[in-house]
Protein backbone atom coordinates (compact mmCIF):
# COMPACT_ATOMS: atom_id res chain seq x y z
CA UNK A 1 0.00 0.00 0.00
CA UNK A 2 1.37 3.28 -0.83
CA UNK A 3 1.80 6.42 1.35
CA UNK A 4 -0.65 8.45 -0.43
CA UNK A 5 -3.56 5.62 0.33
CA UNK A 6 -2.33 5.06 3.96
CA UNK A 7 -2.73 8.63 4.72
CA UNK A 8 -6.03 8.93 3.28
CA UNK A 9 -7.54 5.91 4.85
CA UNK A 10 -5.92 7.68 8.37
CA UNK A 11 -8.03 10.43 7.29
CA UNK A 12 -10.91 9.05 7.02
CA UNK A 13 -10.64 7.39 10.05
CA UNK A 14 -10.35 10.29 12.20
CA UNK A 15 -13.55 11.92 10.45
CA UNK A 16 -16.03 9.40 11.26
CA UNK A 17 -17.32 11.39 13.88
CA UNK A 18 -16.87 14.06 12.40
CA UNK A 19 -20.03 13.86 10.00
CA UNK A 20 -19.53 17.53 8.50
CA UNK A 21 -19.59 19.21 5.25
CA UNK A 22 -17.16 21.40 6.11
CA UNK A 23 -14.52 19.63 7.75
CA UNK A 24 -11.11 19.84 6.19
CA UNK A 25 -9.26 17.33 3.97
CA UNK A 26 -6.42 16.97 6.61
CA UNK A 27 -3.83 15.67 4.12
CA UNK A 28 -4.25 18.32 1.44
CA UNK A 29 -2.04 21.58 2.63
CA UNK A 30 -4.18 24.22 1.53
CA UNK A 31 -1.29 27.06 0.68
CA UNK A 32 -0.10 24.69 -2.88
CA UNK A 33 -1.15 25.13 -6.40
CA UNK A 34 -4.65 23.68 -6.66
CA UNK A 35 -8.50 24.60 -8.09
CA UNK A 36 -10.73 24.87 -5.19
CA UNK A 37 -14.77 24.98 -5.19
CA UNK A 38 -16.42 27.23 -2.16
CA UNK A 39 -19.47 26.78 -0.92
CA UNK A 40 -20.76 29.31 2.02
CA UNK A 41 -24.48 30.27 2.92
CA UNK A 42 -26.39 33.18 4.84
CA UNK A 43 -26.92 32.53 8.37
CA UNK A 44 -30.88 31.27 8.75
CA UNK A 45 -30.36 30.64 4.90
CA UNK A 46 -32.09 33.95 4.80
CA UNK A 47 -32.09 35.21 0.65
CA UNK A 48 -30.46 38.32 1.39
CA UNK A 49 -28.28 38.16 -2.13
CA UNK A 50 -31.40 38.75 -4.72
CA UNK A 51 -34.29 37.13 -6.24
CA UNK A 52 -34.82 34.03 -8.18
CA UNK A 53 -36.59 35.05 -11.82
CA UNK A 54 -37.33 33.26 -15.24
CA UNK A 55 -38.73 29.82 -16.77
CA UNK A 56 -37.10 26.85 -15.91
CA UNK A 57 -37.96 25.50 -19.36
CA UNK A 58 -36.48 28.51 -21.03
CA UNK A 59 -33.33 28.11 -22.16
CA UNK A 60 -32.13 31.35 -23.05
CA UNK A 61 -32.80 35.06 -23.61
CA UNK A 62 -34.53 36.93 -21.06
CA UNK A 63 -37.23 34.57 -19.36
CA UNK A 64 -34.41 31.96 -18.77
CA UNK A 65 -33.74 31.13 -14.72
CA UNK A 66 -31.15 33.76 -13.19
CA UNK A 67 -30.96 35.50 -9.57
CA UNK A 68 -31.57 39.03 -9.90
CA UNK A 69 -28.69 40.67 -7.04
CA UNK A 70 -29.82 42.49 -4.56
CA UNK A 71 -27.99 45.82 -3.88
CA UNK A 72 -25.65 42.99 -1.23
CA UNK A 73 -25.52 40.13 -3.57
CA UNK A 74 -24.12 42.61 -5.89
CA UNK A 75 -20.93 43.71 -3.45
CA UNK A 76 -20.52 40.25 -2.65
CA UNK A 77 -19.94 39.65 -6.29
CA UNK A 78 -17.44 42.70 -6.22
CA UNK A 79 -15.98 41.29 -2.95
CA UNK A 80 -15.07 37.36 -4.48
CA UNK A 81 -13.73 39.36 -7.50
CA UNK A 82 -11.35 41.69 -5.90
CA UNK A 83 -9.71 38.73 -4.48
CA UNK A 84 -6.67 38.84 -6.97
CA UNK A 85 -6.15 42.33 -5.84
CA UNK A 86 -5.40 41.08 -2.64
CA UNK A 87 -3.83 38.08 -3.06
CA UNK A 88 -2.51 38.07 -6.14
CA UNK A 89 -1.48 34.26 -6.56
CA UNK A 90 -5.03 33.65 -6.92
CA UNK A 91 -7.35 34.34 -10.10
CA UNK A 92 -11.32 34.08 -10.20
CA UNK A 93 -12.81 31.23 -12.34
CA UNK A 94 -15.95 31.75 -11.53
CA UNK A 95 -18.62 32.79 -9.24
CA UNK A 96 -22.82 31.78 -8.34
CA UNK A 97 -24.68 33.51 -6.44
CA UNK A 98 -27.80 32.34 -5.33
CA UNK A 99 -30.13 33.84 -2.88
CA UNK A 100 -28.85 32.31 0.20
CA UNK A 101 -25.40 31.04 -0.58
CA UNK A 102 -22.54 31.25 -2.98
CA UNK A 103 -20.45 28.54 -4.87
CA UNK A 104 -17.45 30.33 -6.03
CA UNK A 105 -13.94 28.77 -8.07
CA UNK A 106 -10.64 30.01 -7.20
CA UNK A 107 -7.46 28.99 -8.74
CA UNK A 108 -4.33 28.94 -6.82
CA UNK A 109 -2.02 29.33 -9.54
CA UNK A 110 1.31 28.91 -7.30
CA UNK A 111 2.07 28.56 -3.72
CA UNK A 112 1.24 30.96 -1.18
CA UNK A 113 2.27 32.04 2.27
CA UNK A 114 -1.81 32.12 3.16
CA UNK A 115 -3.64 29.13 4.02
CA UNK A 116 -7.28 29.07 1.89
CA UNK A 117 -8.70 30.01 5.11
CA UNK A 118 -7.13 32.98 5.10
CA UNK A 119 -8.45 34.11 1.89
CA UNK A 120 -12.12 33.23 2.63
CA UNK A 121 -12.09 35.07 6.35
CA UNK A 122 -10.40 38.48 4.26
CA UNK A 123 -13.72 37.97 1.85
CA UNK A 124 -16.55 37.48 4.61
CA UNK A 125 -14.73 40.39 6.46
CA UNK A 126 -15.45 42.70 3.47
CA UNK A 127 -18.81 41.62 2.53
CA UNK A 128 -19.60 41.90 6.36
CA UNK A 129 -18.81 45.41 6.19
CA UNK A 130 -20.76 45.95 2.86
CA UNK A 131 -23.92 44.70 5.00
CA UNK A 132 -23.63 47.01 7.37
CA UNK A 133 -23.16 49.80 5.32
CA UNK A 134 -26.23 48.91 3.46
CA UNK A 135 -28.05 47.95 6.87
CA UNK A 136 -28.45 44.58 6.50
CA UNK A 137 -27.11 43.78 9.36
CA UNK A 138 -26.12 46.39 12.41
CA UNK A 139 -22.85 46.21 14.14
CA UNK A 140 -22.71 45.30 17.88
CA UNK A 141 -24.25 47.26 20.28
CA UNK A 142 -22.95 48.02 23.86
CA UNK A 143 -25.74 47.47 26.55
CA UNK A 144 -27.04 50.35 28.07
CA UNK A 145 -25.42 52.03 31.34
CA UNK A 146 -29.24 51.74 33.06
CA UNK A 147 -31.57 49.03 32.41
CA UNK A 148 -34.34 50.47 29.57
CA UNK A 149 -37.61 51.20 30.39
CA UNK A 150 -40.33 48.37 29.15
CA UNK A 151 -43.18 49.36 26.60
CA UNK A 152 -45.93 47.68 26.02
CA UNK A 153 -47.19 47.76 21.92
CA UNK A 154 -50.65 47.02 21.13
CA UNK A 155 -49.94 45.44 17.94
CA UNK A 156 -47.37 43.35 16.26
CA UNK A 157 -44.62 45.31 14.58
CA UNK A 158 -43.49 44.78 11.52
CA UNK A 159 -41.05 42.64 10.68
CA UNK A 160 -37.42 43.83 10.27
CA UNK A 161 -35.50 43.70 7.02
CA UNK A 162 -32.40 43.60 8.41
CA UNK A 163 -30.51 40.12 9.87
CA UNK A 164 -32.16 38.67 12.96
CA UNK A 165 -28.88 38.41 14.55
CA UNK A 166 -27.07 41.94 15.25
CA UNK A 167 -23.33 41.64 13.29
CA UNK A 168 -23.50 38.19 11.52
CA UNK A 169 -23.58 37.39 7.97
CA UNK A 170 -22.84 34.39 7.37
CA UNK A 171 -23.32 30.81 8.71
CA UNK A 172 -20.18 29.55 10.14
CA UNK A 173 -17.20 27.98 8.36
CA UNK A 174 -17.47 26.70 4.40
CA UNK A 175 -17.38 23.86 2.17
CA UNK A 176 -14.33 23.47 -0.12
CA UNK A 177 -14.17 20.90 -2.89
CA UNK A 178 -10.74 19.99 -4.20
CA UNK A 179 -10.82 19.74 -8.21
CA UNK A 180 -8.42 17.00 -9.10
CA UNK A 181 -9.82 14.74 -11.17
CA UNK A 182 -9.75 15.51 -15.21
CA UNK A 183 -12.96 17.37 -16.61
CA UNK A 184 -14.13 17.93 -12.75
CA UNK A 185 -13.59 21.62 -13.34
CA UNK A 186 -15.65 21.74 -16.77
CA UNK A 187 -18.96 19.39 -14.93
CA UNK A 188 -18.32 21.74 -11.56
CA UNK A 189 -18.87 24.80 -13.85
CA UNK A 190 -21.96 23.16 -16.04
CA UNK A 191 -23.23 22.46 -12.17
CA UNK A 192 -23.20 26.40 -11.24
CA UNK A 193 -24.15 27.73 -14.57
CA UNK A 194 -27.92 25.02 -14.27
CA UNK A 195 -28.34 26.14 -10.38
CA UNK A 196 -31.07 28.83 -10.95
CA UNK A 197 -32.83 26.28 -13.42
CA UNK A 198 -32.60 23.51 -10.47
CA UNK A 199 -34.08 25.47 -8.02
CA UNK A 200 -36.54 26.76 -9.93
CA UNK A 201 -37.66 23.47 -10.50
CA UNK A 202 -37.89 23.00 -6.91
CA UNK A 203 -39.86 26.16 -6.27
CA UNK A 204 -42.26 24.97 -9.13
CA UNK A 205 -42.58 21.65 -7.96
CA UNK A 206 -42.57 21.71 -4.18
CA UNK A 207 -44.11 18.85 -3.45
CA UNK A 208 -41.86 16.99 -5.14
CA UNK A 209 -39.07 18.10 -3.46
CA UNK A 210 -40.26 18.66 0.09
CA UNK A 211 -39.03 15.73 2.62
CA UNK A 212 -41.56 13.68 3.81
CA UNK A 213 -40.35 12.39 7.15
CA UNK A 214 -40.44 8.58 8.35
CA UNK A 215 -43.13 6.68 6.11
CA UNK A 216 -43.91 3.25 6.71
CA UNK A 217 -42.65 1.73 3.66
CA UNK A 218 -43.37 -2.19 3.24
CA UNK A 219 -43.03 -2.53 7.29
CA UNK A 220 -39.78 -0.44 6.70
CA UNK A 221 -39.30 3.18 8.16
CA UNK A 222 -37.76 4.72 5.82
CA UNK A 223 -37.13 9.08 5.11
CA UNK A 224 -38.33 10.25 1.56
CA UNK A 225 -38.50 12.74 -1.16
CA UNK A 226 -40.42 12.27 -4.29
CA UNK A 227 -43.61 10.93 -5.49
CA UNK A 228 -45.36 8.54 -3.01
CA UNK A 229 -47.77 7.83 -5.38
CA UNK A 230 -45.10 5.33 -7.57
CA UNK A 231 -45.77 2.72 -4.08
CA UNK A 232 -49.06 2.25 -5.20
CA UNK A 233 -48.49 1.12 -8.66
CA UNK A 234 -49.29 -2.32 -9.02
CA UNK A 235 -46.44 -3.73 -11.01
CA UNK A 236 -42.85 -2.71 -9.17
CA UNK A 237 -39.61 -4.66 -10.92
CA UNK A 238 -36.66 -5.25 -8.70
CA UNK A 239 -33.57 -4.20 -10.51
CA UNK A 240 -30.57 -6.53 -9.20
CA UNK A 241 -27.39 -6.88 -11.15
CA UNK A 242 -23.94 -8.54 -10.02
CA UNK A 243 -21.01 -6.54 -10.35
CA UNK A 244 -19.86 -9.36 -12.20
CA UNK A 245 -22.01 -9.07 -15.31
CA UNK A 246 -20.72 -8.64 -19.03
CA UNK A 247 -21.44 -5.77 -21.05
CA UNK A 248 -23.98 -7.42 -23.31
CA UNK A 249 -25.64 -9.22 -20.13
CA UNK A 250 -26.09 -6.28 -18.91
CA UNK A 251 -28.01 -4.62 -22.08
CA UNK A 252 -29.93 -7.29 -22.46
CA UNK A 253 -31.26 -6.39 -18.82
CA UNK A 254 -31.98 -2.67 -19.26
CA UNK A 255 -33.89 -3.72 -22.78
CA UNK A 256 -36.40 -5.93 -20.36
CA UNK A 257 -36.78 -2.98 -17.98
CA UNK A 258 -37.18 -0.23 -20.35
CA UNK A 259 -39.83 -2.68 -21.91
CA UNK A 260 -41.75 -3.39 -19.18
CA UNK A 261 -41.56 0.49 -17.44
CA UNK A 262 -42.93 1.36 -21.05
CA UNK A 263 -46.02 -1.29 -20.30
CA UNK A 264 -46.70 0.65 -16.71
CA UNK A 265 -44.03 -1.38 -14.35
CA UNK A 266 -42.05 0.96 -11.43
CA UNK A 267 -38.51 0.28 -11.89
CA UNK A 268 -37.28 -0.03 -8.13
CA UNK A 269 -33.37 -0.05 -7.40
CA UNK A 270 -30.64 0.69 -5.12
CA UNK A 271 -28.51 1.80 -7.89
CA UNK A 272 -25.14 0.29 -6.23
CA UNK A 273 -23.65 -1.73 -9.07
CA UNK A 274 -22.30 -0.32 -12.57
CA UNK A 275 -25.11 -2.70 -14.41
CA UNK A 276 -27.92 -1.07 -11.89
CA UNK A 277 -26.67 2.54 -12.31
CA UNK A 278 -26.88 2.00 -16.21
CA UNK A 279 -30.56 0.65 -16.25
CA UNK A 280 -31.53 3.39 -13.78
CA UNK A 281 -29.47 6.02 -16.52
CA UNK A 282 -31.82 4.43 -18.92
CA UNK A 283 -35.16 4.69 -17.16
CA UNK A 284 -34.52 7.92 -16.25
CA UNK A 285 -33.37 9.02 -19.90
CA UNK A 286 -36.61 7.62 -21.45
CA UNK A 287 -38.82 9.51 -18.82
CA UNK A 288 -40.39 6.55 -17.09
CA UNK A 289 -40.82 6.00 -13.02
CA UNK A 290 -38.18 5.16 -10.61
CA UNK A 291 -38.08 4.28 -7.34
CA UNK A 292 -34.45 4.61 -5.70
CA UNK A 293 -32.85 3.52 -2.17
CA UNK A 294 -30.29 5.81 -0.89
CA UNK A 295 -27.01 3.84 0.83
CA UNK A 296 -26.36 7.53 3.05
CA UNK A 297 -29.72 9.01 3.97
CA UNK A 298 -30.56 12.17 3.18
CA UNK A 299 -28.21 14.93 4.10
CA UNK A 300 -29.58 18.68 5.56
CA UNK A 301 -30.71 20.38 2.01
CA UNK A 302 -30.26 17.84 0.63
CA UNK A 303 -30.43 18.82 -3.45
CA UNK A 304 -31.51 15.36 -5.63
CA UNK A 305 -28.41 14.98 -8.56
CA UNK A 306 -28.98 16.92 -10.83
CA UNK A 307 -29.32 12.93 -13.00
CA UNK A 308 -32.33 13.16 -10.61
CA UNK A 309 -33.71 16.46 -10.69
CA UNK A 310 -35.95 17.04 -13.87
CA UNK A 311 -37.52 13.04 -12.93
CA UNK A 312 -38.19 14.66 -9.87
CA UNK A 313 -39.81 17.71 -10.66
CA UNK A 314 -42.42 15.82 -13.08
CA UNK A 315 -43.25 13.46 -10.31
CA UNK A 316 -41.54 10.02 -11.85
CA UNK A 317 -39.01 9.64 -8.97
CA UNK A 318 -39.65 8.43 -5.32
CA UNK A 319 -36.04 8.32 -3.11
CA UNK A 320 -36.13 6.51 0.15
CA UNK A 321 -33.42 5.97 2.60
CA UNK A 322 -34.13 3.57 5.88
CA UNK A 323 -31.01 5.19 7.07
CA UNK A 324 -29.64 8.50 8.84
CA UNK A 325 -27.61 10.44 6.76
CA UNK A 326 -23.82 10.37 7.50
CA UNK A 327 -21.27 11.91 5.98
CA UNK A 328 -18.58 9.49 6.82
CA UNK A 329 -17.05 6.03 4.97
CA UNK A 330 -19.69 3.10 5.09
CA UNK A 331 -17.53 -0.04 6.83
CA UNK A 332 -20.18 -2.56 6.42
CA UNK A 333 -20.93 -2.06 2.97
CA UNK A 334 -21.97 -5.86 1.59
CA UNK A 335 -24.51 -5.83 4.37
CA UNK A 336 -26.38 -2.85 3.74
CA UNK A 337 -26.13 -3.72 -0.20
CA UNK A 338 -27.72 -6.41 0.59
CA UNK A 339 -29.98 -4.79 3.19
CA UNK A 340 -31.11 -2.63 0.48
CA UNK A 341 -31.96 -5.28 -1.72
CA UNK A 342 -34.26 -7.23 0.53
CA UNK A 343 -36.01 -3.88 0.95
CA UNK A 344 -36.15 -3.11 -2.77
CA UNK A 345 -37.53 -6.90 -3.13
CA UNK A 346 -39.72 -6.32 -0.49
CA UNK A 347 -41.35 -2.80 -2.00
CA UNK A 348 -41.89 -4.90 -5.33
CA UNK A 349 -44.25 -7.51 -3.13
CA UNK A 350 -46.18 -5.36 -1.53
Given amino acids: MDERKKRRIEWSKKQEKKPSMKRRCDEHDYTQRGIYMITMATEGRLPLFGTLQGDPMA ?19 ACWFDIPAHYPEVSVIKLCIMPDHIHGVLFVRENMPHHLGTIINGFKSGTRK ?12 SPPAQPAPSVQYTEALPQSPKHPTTGILWEPGYNDRILLQEGQLQRMLNYLDDNPRRLLLKHTNPQYFKPLGKLSVSGIEMEAMGNTALLE ?74 HYL ?34 AAEICKS
Fill in 59 to 77: TSGNNSPQVVLSPLGEKVK
Fill in 130 to 141: AARELGVITPPV
Fill in 310 to 343: MACAEGRLLMLSPYPWQNEKIENMRQRCLQLNDM
Fill in 233 to 306: KPVKLQVQCSRHLYQNEIEERKRYFLNAAQQGAVIVSPCISPGEKQIATAILEAKLPLIVLLLKGFPPFFKPHP
